[in-house]
């Protein structure tokens, strides 16, 4: 089984349109949302039979028990992350250290402190069937960290119901942070999509940058190339000069907006030369991937 992930350095750039048209493209496949921070595949593919759906459980938060609290104030003291205030715990900004709990004083009837750590939903994970092919996908919740943890959990359930398809693609996070990392575990081939944008650019190279630490082969294609041409040349020259492949460009297309819009692939659209682009660049990027 080979693994396509998909990744851009900024968020915006187009990365989901392209795995978004990949999907309806490739035969033979399943498919993940690993942007557990803002997943948004789902607005394309919702149209299936949910095959499982569970609560995540990342890192512990603290619970506080005011009953036996002695309101001594160590543990406000002691939080580096505000979230305890005037003697008042704030879950949506503790982080899991505990801290609090190693110094809290006192104790109930069964030894547990007045304030504790205790499991957390972090989010939901759901595995779809859509047309006979599995979708993975899951939603951090708010406050929540492990994101990177929660990334390998929807790719362990892509695995787990997934039987002799030939290719996963993967729709991963933008930037270089830990669900990015966790998703570039066990790819095969990583498809870097940039825009003609300053900062485009700048993030470009760091993932690239990051893709190359973890040994992972990548190419890039470039989104609105002729928004700017001079920004399109510079991205050209600098993955020239890392000898990184261009495998297409992608001109500005108003119906990419239209298709958003409606729920579809921009592949579903007529007369989208975004589209006809898209389709080469599948087709030049399965081919690299299977070789």
Known sequence: MKQLLILSGKGGTG???????????????????CDVDAPNLHIIYSDGEIKEEKPYYGLKKAVKNYDICIQCGKCEELCRFGAIRNGILKPMECEGCGVCEAFCPVKDGKGKKAIHLEKNIS????????NGEIFSQAQLRMGNGAS?????????????????????IIDGSPGIGCPVIASISGADLVLI???PTLSGIHDMKRIIDTVKRFGAPCLVCINKYDVDLDNASELEGF?????????GKIPYDPLVVKA???GKTIIDM???????????IWRETYRVLIN
């Open 15 to 33: 990365k989901t349109t392209a795995a978004g048209a990949f999907i309806k493209l490739a035969e033979n496949k399943a498919f993940a949302d």
């Open 123 to 130: 989010g939901i994970t759901t595995v779809s069937a859509i």
């Open 148 to 168: 990177g943890k929660l990334v390998t959990e929807v790719k362990k359930k892509l695995k787990d119901f997934t039987d002799g398809e030939e290719l996963v």
């Open 193 to 195: 999509v940039a825009e």
């Open 239 to 247: 993955c020239n000069k890392e000898r990184i492949p261009i495998v």
């Open 260 to 262: 958003v819009n409606q």
């Open 270 to 280: 007529l007369d989208s030369p975004a589209a006809e682009a898209l389709k080469n």
